[in-house]
Nanobody
């Protein structure tokens, strides 16, 4: 399984950024997918997830309304649209996949996602 995240960069507060994660080596259409992030000195935290079964989406409470997750099963990609970015959004963003055929239902524990990408750095300047 390979998960390749891209789209990170340096932006200013208030800007938008779209991250993508290309998946290979798995039957993408039956995996719940998620984004996590990790800021320097902090633990990895849940950002959002999207269900393979019905496309349901789940978000960390603090991010609702600014971030939007989507998936394209034809292209084996999961995307994260981030709007109104803040300096506190600065982190390495990781995409992750759950076990095939399982439903995480918004689970936020990293242990629910056995497959991880290498991360992409997002830096938001004030």
């Amino acid at each position: 399984v390979q998960l390749q995240a891209s789209g990170g960069g340096l932006v200013q507060a208030g800007d938008s950024l779209r991250l993508s994660c290309a998946a290979s080596g798995l039957t993408f259409s039956i995996h719940d997918m998620a984004w996590f992030r990790q800021a320097p000195g902090n633990e990895r935290e849940f950002v959002t997830s999207i269900s393979w079964r019905d496309g349901s989406t789940y978000y960390a409470d603090s991010l609702k309304g600014r971030f939007t997750v989507s998936r394209d099963n034809a292209r084996n990609t999961v995307n994260l649209q981030m709007n109104s970015l803040k300096p506190e959004d600065t982190a390495v963003y990781y995409c992750a996949a759950a076990w095939r055929g399982t439903q995480t239902s918004g689970a936020q524990a990293t242990s629910r996602y056995p497959f991880w990408g290498q991360g992409t750095l997002v830096t938001v300047s004030s």
